[in-house]
């Protein structure tokens, strides 16, 4: 099954059941997060560079600039 949400930009993104347990498999704490993580896709501050229409990772973080040194690409 997948779950589904639409970014800021417009993309539909989907997060299937498999890829779910593999963000849990490696980051525990969001195990019952799936809510969650569809909720800051409808609602991000900006979006990374990645395979757009699929969620590749997911995991909570303080360390922001180590992120933005991907290309943003919204806004």
Do not use: C, Y
Request: no cysteine; glycine share 4%.
């Amino acid at each position: 099954m997948s779950h589904v949400a639409v970014s800021q930009n417009g993309v539909l993104i989907r997060l299937s059941d498999e890829q779910l347990q593999h963000l849990v498999e490696r980051h525990h704490i969001l195990s019952d997060k799936k809510s969650m993580i569809l909720n800051k896709i409808s609602h991000s501050t900006h979006i990374l560079q990645g395979n757009e229409g699929f969620i590749i990772t997911a995991f909570p973080t303080r360390r922001i600039n180590s992120l933005n040194r991907r290309q943003q690409i919204w806004p």
